[in-house]
């Protein structure tokens, strides 16, 4: 997602994180709580990690049972998996603060374990920090369509044109995948959706007896974010909102992935420079004199790579151009990434190289995992059907966007998807208290800052936004700079936003 297996969307195509087992709660009795609900307390227990994965002492792991459907809170009930980290300094406390991971696909589970220690040191002990998988991720309840094993790589599920720019496979591809989540995803399937999320994160709040929520959104997260502070504006404290997309109701999700064509762009400038850069010299890695000569090169390499795909060390699975555009777009999420993404071209333009993959390109998505990346985004809004000129958008997306090659524009199984949107998409306005905090790279691969500046806009005097003068995705305690940082962390544990609008420089 590493941050590129773990953070990467279907729309950015988040490869879904190793989730924490988190073993499921006997029956208990039930206790009332706000709003005249009735949810069971939560029993608490230490979380079990995978082998080899590391968290902060006393990370604690739960199930909560929601309903399927919310309209139906009596009816049928499944699992979610949350978490905990209470504060470890009682004294400091003020409240209770939810991790929303990004995606779709992302555990939250997880990220407490991997943000947990540096949000404790960070904040002081401010707040107790929760997190939950959302349905259909890690320990909550799971669905599968039945995808083969050839369409559940990363390459595959994101829509690589061919070379010519062809997209018959893609629309064959996307067309069974429609057709496999309609026979086997059932009603959980169904239930994989934005909203639902924002409601559970309400039904997690009840069950640890808050009246408020301050939240943290990074990515997808920030949406989900979103739409639960405009469908719950009373319960919400304090709103951080990072690394955000168009909000637009009517282009949720599909405008998400078109989107990222001019991020990807964008942000290639930042990669161009570290990789001409002389000091790059020493360490193996420059791949031009100018950063100016980076992409030709690049874009000559993926070409060639189109025609004579290059063996790699991982046996049956050849470095494609597709597969080298796929690393370079999941690479450009952090500056740390950069070396591993010039020794990947280095060894690549070597006729006797034989490449290492990076494992988001190696590996197999269990068909949980590729169902839920499907789901999520087709449930939520209904997408441009399969005559409505796919070919003649990727066409031209390819020539305006060369690093993504139509990909961003291309078919999806959501152009045959069979169940229209059970809702509308939340419209997000600039109604409701003024608590919100943005924070923004000013060169983001994923959710690029033209679409950011869509949702400040919408939220109107709801929201401040600071802008990072650095390029990346998931700014806070992460890819961004200590003047994005302090602005959060300050906003957070005392209230206190810029008056206006702010810019931090790198």
């Known amino acids: 997602m590493t941050k590129r297996t773990r953070a990467t969307m279907f729309l950015t195509l988040c490869a879904t994180a190793a989730a924490v087992t988190v073993t499921a709660v006997p029956p208990v009795a039930h206790v009332a709580v706000a709003q005249g609900t009735s949810v069971p307390p939560l029993d608490w227990h230490p979380c079990e990690l995978p082998a080899g994965a590391t968290g902060p002492a006393g990370q604690e792991c739960a199930t909560l049972p929601v309903p399927l459907d919310h309209s139906r809170p009596g009816g049928r009930t499944v699992p979610v998996a949350v978490t905990r980290l209470l504060s470890d300094r009682p004294e400091n406390r003020r409240g209770t603060l939810v991790v929303v991971p990004g995606g779709p696909g992302s555990s939250g589970v997880q990220r ?16 107790d ?15 599968r369509c039945g995808i083969p094993a050839e369409d559940r790589r990363l390459v595959t599920l994101r829509s690589w044109p ?7 496979d893609n629309t064959d591809r996307a067309r069974r995948t429609a057709e496999a989540c309609a026979r086997g995803g059932g009603p959980v399937l169904r239930s994989f959706t934005t909203m639902n999320e924002a409601r559970d994160i309400d039904r997690f709040r009840q069950a640890l007896g808050e009246r408020k929520l301050s939240v943290w959104g990074t990515s997808y997260g920030a949406y989900v974010g979103a739409v639960y502070g405009q469908t719950q504006p009373g319960r919400v404290d304090r709103m ?28 290639f400038a930042d990669f161009a420079a570290w990789s001409a850069d002389p000091a790059r010299e020493a360490e193996g890695l420059r791949l031009a004199a100018r950063a100016e000569d980076v992409e ?26 597709n597969g080298l555009r796929q690393a370079l777009q999941n690479a450009l999420y952090s500056d740390r990434a950069f070396p591993a993404m010039a020794r990947l071209i280095q060894e690549s333009r070597d006729p006797q190289g034989v ?27 209904r997408w441009p059907g399969p005559r409505s000129g ?26 045959f998807w069979k169940d229209a949107p059970a809702e509308v998409p939340t419209r997000i306005t600039g109604e409701g208290p003024s608590n919100i905090l943005m924070l923004q790279s000013l060169r983001d691969p994923s959710t690029p800052y033209a679409g950011a500046l869509k949702m400040r806009a919408a939220l109107g005097d709801r929201a401040r936004m600071v802008t990072v003068a650095q390029g990346g995705h998931g700014m806070y305690l992460g890819n961004g700079n200590e003047c994005g940082n302090r602005a959060v962390t300050r906003f957070l544990t005392t209230g206190h936003r810029p008056a206006r609008d702010t810019h931090c420089a790198n």
Not at 112 to 127: H, I, N, R, S, V
Not at 244 to 265: C, F, I, K, Q, Y
């Open 129 to 143: 920090l929760v997190s939950l998988d959302p349905r259909g991720v890690g320990g909550s309840v799971r669905a």
């Open 390 to 415: 796919y070919a003649e958008r990727v066409a031209t997306d390819r020539v305006r966007y060369p690093l993504t090659a139509g990909m961003p524009a291309n078919i999806t199984p959501c152009a």
């Open 112 to 127: 407490l374990a991997q943000k947990g220690a540096a949000l404790q040191e960070e904040l002081e002990g401010a707040y």
């Open 355 to 381: 490449p290492a993959l990076p494992p988001d390109l190696t590996q197999i998505f269990s068909d949980e995992d590729a169902s839920l990346m499907v789901a999520t985004i087709c449930n939520d809004v």
């Open 162 to 168: 061919a070379p010519d720019g062809g997209i018959a």
């Open 296 to 321: 030709p090169l690049f874009l000559a390499l993926a070409e060639e790579l189109d025609s004579s795909p290059q063996d790699s060390t991982t046996p049956g699975v050849p470095l494609t151009g």
């Open 240 to 267: 951080v909102l990072d690394s955000t997309g168009d909000p637009d109701p009517s282009r949720v999700a599909h405008g998400w992935l078109e989107n990222m064509a001019r991020g990807a762009s964008e942000r």
